[in-house]
């Protein structure tokens, strides 16, 4: 059967979505089910199997791109395998001492550092040595290893991480210990720190190369059992992908080939905050930069978008684990349409961070949850339809609602329970607020030139409230604000990044050596690229250089020349620190032109273009009618004092160009935008409707 369909596919906390695009006609269908934390797999394929049945033959889908978090969540609560580590001898001690970092409070005199990934019972010291250039020292003691490796598994290990002084100079010792692990331990994961982070800094190698042991043999698992289950539903595409945390997707098989695991650590905030960049490129009259905000059923992510392009990091804390790989710059809070509200002991309302999820979910589900959440305070304030939650597919229980707000929040209070709803929104909406000022705060960002990007389900709900907060006047809701994540996985391409190492003053560094250095980088990169059925030739390539003052404790990420065309010169490296000194005194405020420079580590990212979703403007003209056509009206409380009547519109029937005031509500399967009484709406050619803030 002819190739039609393209499918991407996001697992969120209570939901799983699914954006079907045909290729032919460039129309997009959405479908919403309920996510299985348990085995989130299966989530994905009751999604494909409503598809299948509403007429989508399963052979002619030929793409299938997947956001999870699953790799996440198992980290978040401490679900990984049993590791074992093998470290230099005489630095068994850097797991423990770290980098002497409190979280950010120094002044903790009870503070305590998470638990050891691999404990020092399951540590071995293995007698080796390389110096800062790779010189070999004291050999690899082999007999070490291969004991080391039967006590560990006789330990019961799963997965064991390998991590070697300057290993990322000389990856040989590391390598030959793999394969004498795999010969006393068959089927046990390997990672080596060669691999998942060939850079300098101990730490941060050792605690990013321990989150990939922990994590690996639960995402190959998870892919395993989803491929097995693709299989049997008919899906026959080799084209199956997982986006990661830069941005980008990398095939099923570079996965589970190992060492990529803590690259998909925000694969699913990551989605959305590429479909806000790639759509800014796209839409002639976007605004380039954005602020979004994707409000789902547990947390809300926040990202930037700059002159179309996401902000992106280098370095990162997760569920206080050091993972230092490029990801896009986010923030997450837990502030989700699940978050659950409380009164605590001190008589304080509060909201989070704990979350209702899929299962039971909020109470106005009706499967059992009894704790009143962000939802059920949204569907007593008159701002979600009971009977047409996802279309009317899922009915929501008003009274349900009503009577946990009351027992769990409203009695404590002693107040109504509009007032008690109100309240849980007023919370959740300046808490949103804040993360977004202080991020923007730590990034240089002025907000007044931004539009908020609201997605997720409950993202529209509470976009203009968190505006109003910010003193930002323009949102732009998309289309399928509910399922934007999904279509993010149909609006990006493969992305590799490749990091080595090697510590030496800029003006040391020949243009040959540098030259050298990043030809080493591209050819693992081509490698890698065909063993996954690609062709390097279809690549762009970007070269970068982390440069850093002399003396500095921290660098900064500078770029060649972008796509890279041609041969590094003399000049190419003057270039380099030019554009150094340029981005320090960006982002820091001052440069030092006079001080002597260092490069730290070559970055190349590889990126091969795979066929994407582009947005269709509609053909200018007026409206068959100014103002659409009310569907009903319904009292909703904005303060949780006095109700106001909301006019009510179907998202599908609007036209492009119509306008309307609020306060109203715009209703569609997928999502609910709240329209405040100082806001008006517009249509815009691309079906985004613009919501401006009007004077009082």
């Given at each position: 059967m002819t190739a039609r369909y393209r499918l991407g596919v996001d697992v969120g906390g209570t939901h799983t979505d699914l954006v079907l695009l045909d290729v032919a006609t460039g129309a997009l269908r959405v479908e919403k089910v309920p996510s299985t934390p348990d085995n989130p797999a299966i989530g994905v394929l009751n999604g494909i199997t409503n598809f299948v049945r509403s007429g989508v033959p399963a052979e002619a889908i030929d793409f299938f791109a997947h956001g999870t978090t699953i790799a996440t969540n198992a980290l978040l609560e401490m679900r990984g395998a049993k590791v074992g580590l093998l470290i230099t001898k005489g630095y068994r001690a850097v797991q423990e001492i770290q980098n002497q970092a409190r979280d950010g409070n120094l002044f903790d005199y009870f503070y305590s550092k998470p638990e050891p990934i691999a404990p020092q019972s399951l540590t071995r010291e293995i007698p080796e040595r390389c110096d800062y250039q790779g010189n070999v020292l004291v050999p690899l003691d082999c007999e070490a290893v291969s004991s080391a490796a039967r006590e560990l598994r006789s330990a019961g290990v799963q997965s064991i991480a390998i991590c070697y002084l300057f290993s990322f100079m000389n990856p040989a010792h590391e390598e030959e210990t793999r394969k004498l692990v795999e010969a006393e331990c068959p089927g046990i994961a390997v990672s080596l720190s060669c691999e998942v982070l060939p850079r300098l800094r101990e730490w941060p190698r050792l605690s990013t190369t321990l989150v990939n042991a922990y994590l690996e043999p639960v995402l190959v698992g998870y892919i395993a059992h989803l491929n097995a289950g693709l299989d049997r539903a008919g899906i026959t595409t080799p084209q199956r992908f997982l986006m990661q945390s830069n941005g980008g997707v990398m095939p099923f098989t570079a996965a589970i080939a190992g060492g990529k695991t803590v690259h998909t650590l925000l694969s699913g905030p990551a989605a959305g905050a590429q479909a806000s960049a790639h759509l800014a490129r796209a839409e002639s009259g976007l605004a380039l930069d954005l602020v979004t905000l994707d409000m789902g059923g547990t947390s809300a992510d926040i990202a930037f978008i700059e002159g179309g392009a996401p902000l992106e990091v280098t370095e990162g804390v997760i569920s206080r684990r050091q993972i230092d790989v490029p990801a896009l710059d986010m923030t997450t809070i837990s502030a989700g349409g699940g978050s659950i509200a409380a009164v605590d002991g001190g008589g304080f309302l509060v909201v989070g961070p704990h979350s209702a999820g899929a299962d039971p979910g909020p109470a106005c589900y009706g499967r059992g949850g009894e704790r009143p959440t962000v939802t059920d305070a949204d569907l007593a304030c008159g701002f979600l339809n009971p009977d047409y939650f996802l279309g009317g597919a899922q009915k929501l229980d008003l009274a349900a609602a009503q009577a946990a707000l009351q027992r769990h929040v409203a009695e404590p209070l002693n107040t109504g329970?509009?007032?008690?709803?109100?309240?849980?929104?007023?919370?959740?909406?300046?808490?949103?607020?804040?993360?977004?000022?202080?991020?923007?705060?730590?990034?240089?960002?002025?907000?007044?030139?931004?539009?908020?990007?609201?997605?997720?389900?409950?993202?529209?709900?509470?976009?203009?409230?968190?505006?109003?907060?910010?003193?930002?006047?323009?949102?732009?809701?998309?289309?399928?604000?509910?399922?934007?994540?999904?279509?993010?996985?149909?609006?990006?391409?493969?992305?590799?990044?490749?990091?080595?190492?090697?510590?030496?003053?800029?003006?040391?560094?020949?243009?040959?050596?540098?030259?050298?250095?990043?030809?080493?980088?591209?050819?693992?990169?081509?490698?890698?690229?065909?063993?996954?059925?690609?062709?390097?030739?279809?690549?762009?390539?970007?070269?970068?250089?982390?440069?850093?003052?002399?003396?500095?404790?921290?660098?900064?990420?500078?770029?060649?020349?972008?796509?890279?065309?041609?041969?590094?010169?003399?000049?190419?490296?003057?270039?380099?620190?030019?554009?150094?000194?340029?981005?320090?005194?960006?982002?820091?405020?001052?440069?030092?032109?006079?001080?002597?420079?260092?490069?730290?580590?070559?970055?190349?990212?590889?990126?091969?273009?795979?066929?994407?979703?582009?947005?269709?403007?509609?053909?200018?003209?007026?409206?068959?009618?100014?103002?659409?056509?009310?569907?009903?009206?319904?009292?909703?409380?904005?303060?949780?004092?006095?109700?106001?009547?909301?006019?009510?519109?179907?998202w599908d029937a609007l036209d492009v160009g119509m306008t309307l005031a609020g306060p109203a509500i715009i209703e569609q399967f997928d999502a609910t935008t709240v329209i405040p009484a100082l806001w008006r709406a517009e249509v815009d050619r691309y079906r985004n409707l613009i919501l401006t803030r009007r004077e009082a």
């Open positions: 329970v509009i007032e008690a709803a109100a309240g849980i929104r007023r919370i959740v909406d300046i808490r949103m607020a804040d993360e977004v000022r202080v991020f923007a705060a730590k990034r240089g960002v002025d907000l007044a030139s931004f539009t908020l990007l609201p997605f997720g389900g409950a993202g529209a709900v509470h976009a203009a409230a968190v505006a109003e907060e910010l003193g930002m006047r323009r949102i732009l809701v998309p289309p399928r604000p509910g399922a934007f994540s999904a279509l993010g996985l149909l609006c990006t391409d493969v992305v590799h990044d490749y990091v080595r190492s090697e510590l030496r003053p800029l003006s040391d560094v020949t243009a040959d050596h540098a030259e050298a250095t990043f030809a080493g980088l591209e050819a693992k990169a081509r490698g890698e690229l065909a063993d996954e059925g690609m062709n390097a030739a279809d690549a762009g390539w970007w070269r970068e250089l982390d440069l850093r003052y002399a003396g500095q404790g921290y660098e900064l990420r500078t770029p060649l020349h972008g796509l890279y065309v041609g041969r590094i010169d003399a000049a190419t490296l003057k270039d380099a620190r030019h554009r150094f000194d340029e981005r320090h005194a960006q982002i820091h405020g001052h440069a030092a032109k006079d001080r002597p420079v260092e490069i730290v580590s070559y970055r190349l990212r590889v990126r091969v273009a795979v066929p994407k979703y582009e947005p269709h403007a509609e053909p200018p003209g007026a409206p068959s009618q100014a103002a659409p056509d009310r569907k009903g009206e319904r009292t909703v409380y904005f303060d949780g004092a006095t109700g106001m009547p909301a006019a009510l519109y179907e």
